[in-house]
């Protein structure tokens, strides 16, 4: 907008203009001859009267208006930027220290919680492939995982534990599974119980197996002979080296003393 001069200027300068066409004296200052009735010839032109205006104002361009500063908006991504960080200070303002660390180490266990369940899912992963090619003890399963994953061997305990309370793993079971298996394959009770000891099978349990399961050590020692020898007539008689060559064999076999007397 103009300032107060110029606006002043261009009032009178329009008032003496129309105070000369109708005739009147035109207040253009002190010392200007006074206007009479019409116009009279060397009289000032309207132009002129302009063009004294804009002389007394300055150049034209003086009056016009100031163009407007254009204000660029800032971009979207400034703006979310300044706003996270603003409200990034605020909230850091505004937590007290003692906040500050008990939701630090709030998240430090919730990380910690997230990644004992994954480790923990690994592990049952793995159980659970083991169990599904045989049976596995629990002291077995142990073994085998924590030579796979050293790192998270305290967690074993627990993982077992659930396959337990699942009856996805059973010691009882595993041991009446294993001395089946051994009878059919033509072994004594002594082998047979040294290996479940091995396998972290309890006395228990291997004792409640021995009972359930009931195999015929004497006829069992006997086709175990007959298999390995061939039949021997009952009119035959074996010399002591064969006896002791038999006898050996049915030792390592896992037979008893009574078991071996009986087949031979």
């Known amino acids: 907008m103009a300032d107060e001069p110029t606006t002043a200027a261009l009032r009178r300068a329009i008032k003496a203009i129309e105070e000369k066409s109708k005739g009147l004296k035109p207040p253009l200052g002190p010392k200007q001859p006074p206007l009479e009735g019409h116009r009279q010839k060397g009289s000032p032109q309207p132009s002129e009267v302009l063009a004294a205006v804009s002389d007394t104002c300055g150049d ?10 254009i204000r660029r908006r800032p971009k979207a991504s400034n703006l979310k930027a300044a706003m996270s960080n603003d409200l990034s200070e605020a909230v850091e303002s505004s937590i007290e220290p003692d906040s500050e660390e008990s939701a630090r180490r709030l998240l430090g266990e919730v990380d910690a919680a997230e990644i004992e369940a994954s480790e923990r899912a690994v592990l ?31 967690l074993l305990d627990g993982v077992i534990e659930r396959l337990q309370e699942q009856d996805l793993q059973d010691d009882t079971r595993m041991a009446e599974a294993y001395v089946r298996y051994r009878v059919q394959r033509g072994q004594g009770p002594m082998k047979i119980r040294s290996e479940m000891m091995q396998k ?35 009119s035959a008689r074996l010399d002591q080296k064969e006896r002791a060559k ?16 009986a087949a031979l």
């Open 60 to 69: 034209s361009a003086s009056i016009r208006k100031p163009s407007k500063q």
């Open 124 to 154: 049952r992963r793995s159980a659970l492939n083991l169990l599904a090619q045989r049976e596995q003890t629990a002291f077995e399963l142990k073994q085998k995982l924590s030579r796979r994953f050293p790192e998270q061997a305290p």
């Open 200 to 234: 972290g099978l309890s006395g228990h349990d291997i004792d409640t197996a021995f009972r359930r399961q009931a195999p015929d050590w004497g006829a069992l020692a006997t086709a175990v002979l007959q298999k390995r020898f061939g039949d021997v007539p009952e």
């Open 246 to 261: 038999r006898s050996r064999f049915l030792q390592q076999r896992g037979f008893h003393y009574e078991h071996i007397s």
